[in-house]
């Protein structure tokens, strides 16, 4: 199972919005609706940011939001702040066995 | 609070064995999986594996399968990822990650803190 591609960096002045893109396969992004995105500030641990392609969990700003079109996911972030600045990381449920394969990551860099 | 820790930062040397740590509470150990996580330095996430407590189901992801054992002792609520000979490149973070839902709950949340693995002669 491959990772799913994603960005290696993007970056958006404050106030912006920017979108990170997360590509994969039928057997994963494009064969369910089970996509995640985490947040990850240096030297911490990952933080869930958006679960089922699209959720929000309490406490995460409406800012963020998730969707899917085919074998790609998308993750936008508006109104872009300075504690935005982070890597972000997508993941897929792949079927019973593998259960999840992530992206590469991508490094948001706010202006 | 549902929390994951992690044992703390490990030292090794090249062909040593290891075991490292992921104690639940807050939760119904028994009834999340959980999932062991890889952090290369400066790199991404990978998915190695993943077990149900309740009854120590296992999944390996096949890049990972036969290079760790996961394991689970539900009567300490607590999950395990263990090498038998470690090398260099197993050095890494590794992070412990619950299901984020009983049924159909294919996100992780919350995560371990994390344990630091070197491997160095």
């Known amino acids: 199972q491959s990772a799913l591609t994603q960005p290696r960096s993007v970056s958006g002045s404050p106030g912006q919005s920017v979108t990170i893109s997360c590509t994969g396969t039928?057997?994963?992004?494009?064969?369910?609706?089970?996509v995640s995105w985490y947040q990850q500030h240096p030297g911490k641990a990952p933080k869930l940011m958006i679960y089922?392609?699209?959720k929000r969990p309490s406490g995460v700003p409406d800012r963020f939001s998730g969707s899917k079109s085919g074998n790609t996911a998308s993750l936008t972030i508006s109104g872009l702040q300075a504690e935005d600045e982070a890597d972000y990381h997508c993941c897929s449920y792949a079927g019973n066995y593998i259960f999840a394969v992530f992206g590469g990551g991508t490094t948001l860099t706010v202006l | 609070e549902v929390q994951l820790v992690q044992s703390g930062a490990e030292v090794k040397k090249p062909g040593e064995s290891l075991k490292i740590s992921c104690k639940g509470s807050g939760y119904n150990f028994s009834k999340y999986w959980i999932a062991w996580v890889r952090q290369m330095p400066g790199k991404g996430l990978e998915w190695m594996g993943i077990?149900?407590?309740?009854?120590?189901?296992?999944r390996y992801s096949p890049s990972f399968q036969g290079q760790v054992t996961i394991s689970a002792d539900k009567s300490i609520s607590t999950t395990f990822l263990q090498w038998r000979t470690l090398k260099a490149s197993d050095s890494a973070m590794y992070y412990c990650?619950?299901?984020?839902?009983?049924?159909?709950?294919?996100?992780?949340?919350?995560w371990g803190q994390g344990t630091l693995v070197t491997v160095s002669s």
């Open positions: 077990i149900f407590p309740g009854d120590s189901d296992t």
């Open positions: 039928s057997s994963d992004v494009g064969g369910y609706d089970y």
């Open positions: 089922d392609v699209s």
């Open positions: 990650a619950r299901q984020g839902a009983v049924v159909a709950g294919y996100w992780f949340d919350p």
